[in-house]
C-alpha cells in the first residue's frame, strides 16, 4: 500500500478521483436530458398549438381531432419522459418549455394574427397542459418491479 504525504492511500485517491469523475458524467448526462426534455416541449407546444384547431367533419358533428392528438401527445411526451428518464428535472423542463410555448403562440402578433382564437378549444389548449404537466410532474415514483430470481434451465 502506497501513501501520499498526506497518509491518503492510492487507492482512496483513486476512488475519489473516480467519484468526483461519476459526478460530473451525472451532471453532464442530467443537464443533456434537461435539454433534450426542454427542445421537445418547445416542438410539442409549437405543434400542438397550430394543430389544435383542426376538426375532423364526421355525420354533421365537428370532431376536435387536432386538440385531441395534441393533448394524447403531450401525455405521451410527459408521461413517457417520466418512467425512461425517470427525473422530475427533466419532465419539468420539458413542461416550463410546452407551457411557456403555448403562451408566447398564445399572444397577439404584430400584425393582429391569432394561433389561439377565444373560444373552448382555445381555453382547453391553454389550460389543459398545464394540468397533464402538473399531474406527470406531481405524481410519485413508481416502485420498482420485483422480479422473482431466474431459474435455470429450460429448453
Keep these: 500500500m502506497v501513501r501520499s504525504s498526506i497518509g491518503e492511500t492510492d487507492a482512496a485517491r483513486h476512488d475519489r478521483d473516480q467519484t468526483s469523475v461519476s459526478a460530473w ?13 426542454l427542445l ?27 386538440l385531441t392528438t395534441a393533448f394524447v401527445g403531450i401525455g405521451a411526451l410527459l408521461l413517457g419522459l417520466r418512467l425512461v428518464v425517470g427525473d422530475r428535472f427533466v419532465v419539468g423542463l420539458a413542461a416550463a418549455g410546452l407551457l411557456v410555448t403555448i403562451f408566447l403562440l398564445s399572444l397577439r402578433g404584430a400584425g393582429g394574427s391569432v394561433l389561439v382564437p377565444a373560444g373552448l378549444p382555445g381555453t382547453l389548449w391553454t389550460v389543459v397542459p398545464a394540468l397533464i404537466a402538473a399531474f406527470v410532474v406531481a405524481w410519485p415514483k413508481l416502485p420498482q418491479g420485483r422480479r422473482p430470481p431466474h431459474q435455470g434451465g429450460g429448453a
Design 40 to 66: 421537445l416541449g418547445i416542438l410539442f407546444g409549437v405543434l400542438g398549438t397550430v394543430a389544435h384547431q383542426s376538426t375532423l367533419p364526421l355525420f354533421g358533428v365537428l370532431l376536435p381531432i387536432g
Design 25 to 37: 458524467a451525472r451532471l453532464a448526462r442530467r443537464s443533456l436530458a434537461g435539454l433534450g426534455g
